[in-house]
């Protein structure tokens, strides 16, 4: 499957089951984005850092826009609005993300806030999980924690009355980063 294929599966999957996937072509391109994405979702951000944050300046120009980064302390994401995380890997047959959430900041980043971003570059988009946990062994390990997400939180009672956001975000914002750079060097 080609790099355009891979993507227009993982967005189409992805927002059949309820995330908003913006694309970007290059690394600079996503603090714009997010800026204006998330300006009507409140002020308040849980931001981790990561490759793609520190190199397209996330952190700063959310900052100039007016928004409030939270990135530690002892109550991290519990007020978030907004929770922004790098994922690993995207899985194009599902639309899920996955990634290595061994570290608690980025499990309650992810998972604490009404909205998770998810910055993603394209090149890491895989076929199938099956891929992905090829590529996770083929790094040396697996992870401590291991993180599936496709679409917002959701659950259903009994009658099948559909709930979203119960049990973590009720909206998902994926970012497919072009192949103009990962913020990862590669």
Avoid at 39 to 66: F, M, N, W, Y
Avoid at 76 to 89: L, T
Avoid at 150 to 156: K, L, V
Wanted: hydrophobic share 45%; aromatic share 4%.
């Amino acid at each position: 499957m080609s790099q355009k294929e891979l993507t227009a599966t993982f967005t189409r999957q992805a927002e059949i089951m309820g995330a908003q996937v913006v694309q970007v072509a290059r690394v600079g391109a996503i603090a714009p984005k997010l800026v204006e994405a998330l300006r009507p979702l409140g002020s308040k951000i849980a931001l981790v850092d990561s490759p793609l944050v520190q190199t397209a300046g996330v952190e700063r120009a959310l900052a100039e826009a007016g928004f409030r980064i939270e990135k530690d302390g002892a109550a991290f994401a519990r007020q978030a609005d907004s929770g922004i995380v790098q994922f690993d890997y995207g899985i194009a047959e599902t639309g899920t993300l996955a990634m290595d959430a061994t570290d608690l900041k980025t499990r309650l980043a992810a998972m604490l806030p009404l909205t998770c971003v998810a910055l993603l570059p394209e090149e890491r988009l895989r076929v199938n999980l099956t891929q992905v946990i090829e590529a996770y062994l083929e790094q040396g390990g697996w992870p401590g924690y291991f993180t599936l997400v496709t679409g917002p939180s959701r659950t259903a009672d009994i009658e099948r009355s559909l709930t979203i956001g119960v049990h973590g975000p009720e909206r998902l914002l994926i970012v497919l980063v072009g192949e103009e750079g990962d913020g990862n060097g590669r």
